[in-house]
């Protein structure tokens, strides 16, 4: 099973709103990643989580709030969001370390949900 | 820092043609090397690895192979498909376990 799951697919939400985008894996992954993606753009890397505990943040604003309740779940919670954070949100798990190439070049592989369409009305 | 750089797209072909993505890096040691795919509306999908020079990834007739003499990742389909349209990332994961995405590749292949 390489699944992560997203939840919800499309999520529309006012300003003043409070909401929470959910992520899910059951492949033992201990890094957690939530990006944002804009239209024809690569993903940007929001926030990673390495042993359920916050280890990179992007500069990204306080509207947006993570959480890793466990190894296997990530959650993203949406508060007083701007119509320009209308977006992909997409989250990712990989195995920790990043390893060397060859024989453990396997642990290098991120496997991303679907994501999470979000428009901030 | 480690990069990567894509080609500039949108790569518009018609079905059965040749298709290459070109796709090269800046990266210390000795990094790993994705490719992913976007299908419209959804998420991204690993198209296809590989983890030390020389090593060709392969995946529904895609192929690249990882050149450190040229620093390159190239992407190659020998006949593209309709279904094959959609935006291709090219990434790597160095000795951080945080990868780098090249900016995306638009592919649009015409009947």
């Known amino acids: 099973d390489t699944e992560v799951t997203q939840t919800p697919k499309h999520l529309v939400m006012g300003m003043t709103n409070k909401k929470s985008l959910k992520c899910e894996q059951h492949?033992?992954?201990?890094?957690m990643y939530w990006y944002k993606q804009k239209a024809k753009k690569p993903p940007e890397l929001m926030f990673v989580?390495?042993?359920?505990?916050?280890?990179i943040n992007e500069s990204v604003p306080s509207r947006f709030s993570p959480e890793c309740p466990n190894s296997s779940l990530l959650n993203l919670h949406l508060h007083a969001l701007q119509p320009e954070d209308s977006a992909l949100y997409l989250c990712?798990?990989?195995?920790?370390?990043?390893?060397?190439?060859?024989?453990?070049?396997?642990?290098?592989?991120?496997?991303f949900g679907a994501g999470t369409r979000l428009s901030v009305l | 820092g480690d990069s990567v750089t894509q080609m500039e797209g949108p790569v518009t072909l018609s079905e059965e043609a040749f298709l290459t993505i070109n796709c090269t890096y800046t990266?210390?040691?000795?990094?790993?090397l994705f490719w992913y795919v976007q299908y419209p509306g959804e998420g991204l999908q690993l198209l296809l690895k590989?983890?030390?020079?020389?090593d060709k990834g392969s995946n529904k007739g895609f192929e690249a192979t990882y050149r450190k003499e040229t620093t390159s990742f190239h992407l190659e389909k020998g006949s593209v498909q309709v279904s094959d349209s959609a935006v291709y990332f090219c990434?790597?994961?160095?000795?951080?376990?945080?990868?780098?995405f090249g900016r995306g590749t638009s592919l649009i292949v015409h009947p």
């Open positions: 990434a790597l994961r160095g000795g951080s376990y945080i990868p780098t």
């Open positions: 590989a983890t030390k020079a020389d």
């Open positions: 990712a798990s990989s195995q920790r370390d990043g390893g060397l190439a060859g024989a453990q070049g396997a642990k290098n592989i991120q496997y």
């Open positions: 989580y390495s042993y359920e505990k916050l280890s």
């Open positions: 990266a210390t040691g000795y990094p790993s």
């Open positions: 492949m033992g992954h201990r890094a």
